[in-house]
């Protein structure tokens, strides 16, 4: 290969290729020796003598520039040919260490691929899980929410049924087992009211908290959807594709934040804390529904204890109406049977009249007898008699007549003592029966609102 041959080959080549190929810039062989050689510069000497021209050299030189130069090709041909079979060599093993590390690189990217989208498919199902759930506690919160504006009927029931036991009378405002009761239901009734208000909180809060962690595995899953397009992206890019381009000291760039073991945790972290949110919001869930149950349970015993009391209140008192009727009737007729004894009495107390007059009459009559015959007679004793037993019997008659007097006046006041108390039973009654227990006939609940009212007892 000559001097120009190299100078086309080098043009030929890629800058890689040149640089490790030898520069050959003289072409005088001496600089292809050893340096210590020097086989000097031919010049021409003319001899004025001989008029002619004659080289210096001998044939001795003339044969070892000649092998000069045969050792010189073959040995640039030797170092030219190892060059050339390193050069391919090299092309081989780059070329081959090239498609290997991109194969490595493309599977690695599939793998990536595989591990975002198992992670993001935990996601999604993790998401799913806590979405039904967030729904099911909404619900339960709205279920809880009618069962506790459900109880205002109730409490207005037995604070009315105070209010109107209220207006009772006399003996009859006593702190019986109706008031107890009632006052006990709407203890009760309150009580259960707080409960249900304390765990409305507690369901809002857990609401809260199941958003937050809904929406970091959202975002963890949006971050994952964004990264797998990517990577899919990359792991379908070849030698080939449209769109690739040089990006220099790309490689340098590290704008990485966390490593495969602190990706891996964050969402595994993620996923734990909404395992934890949702299990937390399923116990919540279950305390809701006992706690309905429990306020279902205690305020359907305490309606039917309220009840039960009143209807024996209303019996008790029925029974005393009853019983003071009773004692009326026998009041009334013993008023009438003494107004008639009095009438008698003084009928009898009149009928004596007659008589004292006939025996007084008689002995004033006997007084003006003269002489002798003024005479204490057997009949004069008799008339004195007569007017001391006619006296005797007016006396007792007359305190007869004021005892029956005061008697019938006792009578009819307790004809209305006991008109009064029969009013007052009646105020009661109607107060009871028609007032109270009307408002208390049915369970005071909306059972399309809060279908946990409708239970019976013994149904759960």
Same mark, same amino acid.
């Given at each position: 290969?000559?001097?120009?041959?190299?100078?086309?080959?080098?043009?030929?080549?890629?800058?890689?290729?040149?640089?490790?190929?030898?520069?050959?810039?003289?072409?005088?062989?001496?600089?292809?020796?050893?340096r210590s050689?020097?086989?000097?510069?031919?010049?021409?000497?003319?001899?004025?003598?001989?008029?002619?021209?004659?080289?210096?050299?001998s044939?001795?030189?003339?044969?070892?520039?000649?092998?000069?130069h045969?050792?010189?090709?073959?040995?640039?041909?030797?170092?030219?040919?190892?060059?050339?079979?390193?050069?391919?060599?090299?092309?081989?093993?780059?070329?081959?260490?090239t498609?290997?590390?991109?194969?490595?690189?493309?599977?690695?990217?599939?793998?990536r691929?595989?591990?975002?989208?198992?992670?993001?498919?935990?996601?999604?199902?993790?998401? /799913?899980?806590?979405?039904?759930?967030i729904?099911?506690?909404?619900?339960?919160?709205?279920?809880?929410e009618?069962?506790?504006?459900?109880?205002?009927?109730?409490?207005?029931?037995?604070?009315?049924?105070?209010? =109107?036991?209220?207006?009772?009378?006399?003996?009859?405002l006593?702190?019986?087992?109706?008031?107890?009761?009632?006052?006990?239901e709407?203890?009760?009734?309150?009580k259960?009211?707080?409960?249900?208000?304390?765990?409305?909180?507690?369901?809002?809060a857990?609401?809260?908290?199941?958003?937050?962690?809904?929406?970091?595995?959202?975002?963890?899953?949006?971050?994952?959807?964004?990264?797998?397009?990517?990577?899919?992206?990359?792991?379908?890019?070849?030698?080939?594709?449209? !769109?690739?381009?040089?990006?220099?000291?790309?490689?340098?760039?590290?704008?990485?934040?966390?490593?495969?073991?602190?990706?891996?945790?964050?969402?595994?972290?993620?996923?734990?804390?909404s395992?934890k949110?949702?299990a937390a919001?399923?116990?919540?869930r279950?305390?809701?529904?006992?706690?309905?149950?429990?306020?279902?349970?205690?305020?359907?015993?305490?309606?039917?204890n309220?009840?039960?009391?009143?209807?024996?209140?209303?019996?008790?008192?029925?029974?005393?109406?009853?019983?003071?009727?009773? =004692?009326l009737?026998?009041?009334?007729?013993e008023?009438?049977?003494?107004?008639? /004894?009095?009438?008698?009495?003084?009928?009898?107390?009149q009928?004596?009249? /007659?008589?004292?007059?006939v025996?007084q009459?008689?002995?004033?009559?006997?007084?003006?007898?003269?002489?002798?015959?003024?005479c204490?007679?057997?009949?004069?004793?008799?008339?004195?008699?007569e007017?001391?037993?006619i006296?005797?019997?007016?006396?007792?008659?007359?305190?007869?007549?004021?005892?029956?007097?005061?008697?019938?006046?006792?009578?009819?006041?307790t004809?209305?003592v006991?008109? =009064?108390?029969? !009013?007052?039973?009646?105020?009661?009654?109607k107060?009871?029966?028609?007032?109270?227990? !009307?408002?208390?006939k !049915?369970?005071?609940?909306?059972?399309?609102?809060?279908?946990?009212?409708q239970?019976?007892?013994?149904?759960?």
């Open positions: 290969m000559t001097y120009y041959d190299t100078l086309s080959a080098r043009g030929s080549m890629t800058p890689e290729m040149s640089k490790m190929l030898p520069m050959v810039s003289d072409r005088t062989p001496a600089r292809h020796l050893n050689l020097d086989l000097g510069q031919s010049k021409a000497y003319y001899n004025p003598a001989s008029k002619s021209v004659y080289n210096r050299y044939v001795g030189d003339w044969g070892f520039s000649n092998n000069t045969f050792n010189l090709s073959e040995k640039e041909r030797a170092h030219g040919e190892r060059l050339r079979a390193d050069a391919w060599r090299a092309i081989k093993e780059t070329d081959a260490r498609r290997n590390r991109q194969n490595d690189v493309t599977k690695r990217l599939g793998e691929v595989y591990d975002i989208a198992y992670m993001k498919g935990e996601l999604n199902t993790e998401i /799913n899980q806590m979405a039904t759930e729904e099911n506690l909404k619900e339960y919160r709205r279920t809880l009618k069962a506790l504006g459900d109880t205002a009927n109730p409490l207005h029931v037995a604070e009315e049924c105070l209010m =109107h036991r209220e207006k009772r009378r006399g003996i009859d006593v702190n019986d087992d109706v008031e107890k009761s009632l006052i006990k709407v203890e009760i009734i309150k259960c009211q707080n409960k249900m208000r304390q765990c409305l909180q507690k369901a809002m857990q609401l809260k908290v199941d958003r937050a962690a809904q929406h970091a595995l959202e975002v963890d899953s949006k971050d994952k959807h964004h990264a797998q397009g990517l990577d899919d992206r990359m792991q379908q890019l070849r030698n080939s594709s449209g !769109g690739i381009g040089y990006f220099p000291s790309i490689e340098n760039v590290d704008n990485t934040i966390t490593i495969p073991e602190s990706w891996g945790r964050y969402t595994q972290e993620n996923i734990a804390r395992q949110e949702r919001s399923e116990r919540l279950g305390e809701i529904d006992a706690l309905m149950r429990a306020c279902a349970s205690e305020m359907w015993n305490i309606y039917n309220v009840n039960t009391c009143f209807n024996t209140r209303i019996h008790e008192t029925t029974n005393a109406r009853n019983t003071l009727q009773a =004692h009737q026998r009041t009334v007729q008023i009438f049977d003494m107004e008639r /004894n009095i009438q008698q009495l003084r009928k009898a107390i009928d004596k009249e /007659n008589p004292m007059k025996a009459t008689r002995l004033d009559e006997r007084t003006r007898r003269i002489n002798v015959e003024v204490h007679d057997p009949v004069m004793k008799s008339l004195k008699n007017v001391g037993e006296r005797d019997s007016i006396t007792m008659l007359k305190r007869s007549l004021k005892a029956s007097e005061l008697s019938l006046a006792r009578l009819l006041k004809k209305a006991l008109e =009064h108390d029969i !009013g007052v039973k009646e105020n009661s009654l107060l009871d029966s028609q007032n109270c227990m !009307g408002m208390r !049915g369970f005071p609940m909306d059972p399309k609102v809060g279908p946990v009212f239970m019976v007892p013994g149904s759960y």
